[in-house]
């Protein structure tokens, strides 16, 4: 079975499709915002995890058509939503490093934005710290252009990597995300607590927003609450969902 072949026609067969993750406010519960993921329907296979096809994808090269559908996806949910008042403040969406490669990366995802209701403020484009850190120098000016036209910037699975923290004062980011391994170690590590409330002082220090990841517990919400943590994404919140599931949880009508 050829995987990456099949995989080049995933989206001209309607095999593709969108999960979303809500991120909300670590008080309130109030939803801030969501995640995009990616899913594939294999005919056969039924589904095949994105742990499974995301690197095949990059490898291939099909991660750039997965992206622009990603993210035209996302436009069109989200003018829907808004044209239902279901008011959605901004949905995340994730970028390979393999994607930064791309020459036409920002004016294609520009366009994108620009063929539909919806404006770059609504979209955060989330790279992870290693691809981040990798190029620095060819990285840095595209996070600069995206930042200019209005997109918000998150660094993903932030801790995971190796963070050289000199670049937190270059990049023009917007969003800290806590990767999910320092959150599930905050009840049974006290390193990963100390870890993370560094992290999140820091965070705040630079005038950033922090999300936890992967917060499946009570003791974990409390423990990243009383480190002042603003926003929490993980399975106790919800899980990533359907759109129409996501609306009956939260779309409140007027
Ligand atoms: O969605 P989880 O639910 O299993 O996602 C697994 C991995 O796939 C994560 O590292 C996530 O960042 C990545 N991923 C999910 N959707 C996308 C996408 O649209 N683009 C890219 N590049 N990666 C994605
Ligand atoms: O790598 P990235 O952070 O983009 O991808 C998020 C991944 O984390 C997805 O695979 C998503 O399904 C998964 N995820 C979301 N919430 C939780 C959680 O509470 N626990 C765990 N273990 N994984 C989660
Ligand atoms: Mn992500
Ligand atoms: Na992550």
């Known amino acids: 079975l050829d ?31 969501m995640e995009a993921l990616v899913r594939w329907n ?8 994105p742990g499974e096809f995301i690197p095949i994808a990059e490898e291939s090269g099909i991660i750039m058509d997965i992206g622009k559908w990603v993210l035209k996806e996302v436009c069109v949910q989200l003018s829907r939503w808004l044209a239902d008042s279901f ?29 539909t209701s919806c404006s770059p403020q609504q979209i955060v484009i989330e790279i992870t710290e290693s691809s981040s850190m990798n190029d620095i120098e060819s990285v840095l000016p595209i996070l600069h252009e995206f930042k200019s036209l209005g997109f918000q910037i998150a ?66 919400l409390d423990c990243l609450r009383k480190m002042a943590c603003d926003i929490v994404q993980g399975y106790l919140i919800d899980p990533p969902m359907s759109p129409d599931r996501l609306e009956s949880r939260y779309w409140i009508g007027v």
């Open 3 to 33: 995987l990456e072949n099949e995989l080049r026609w995933a989206i001209a067969r309607n095999q593709m499709f969108l999960h979303y993750q809500p991120q909300v406010n670590a008080e309130s519960c109030r939803m801030e915002g």
């Open 42 to 49: 294999h005919p056969t296979l039924g589904q095949v995890p």
């Open 87 to 115: 008011d959605v403040p901004s949905i995340a969406v994730n970028l390979s490093a393999r994607q930064f490669m791309a020459p036409d990366l920002v004016s294609s995802i520009r366009d994108i934005v620009r063929g």
């Open 155 to 220: 660094i993903d699975d932030f801790g995971k990597g190796y963070s050289a923290l000199g670049y937190m004062k270059q990049f023009p980011i917007d969003i800290l995300k806590i990767d999910k391994s320092f959150v599930q170690e905050l009840i049974s590590d006290s390193k990963s607590v100390v870890i993370t409330k560094t992290i999140i002082d820091m965070a705040h220090g630079l005038n950033l927003k922090v999300i936890a990841e992967g917060v499946e517990t009570t003791d974990q």
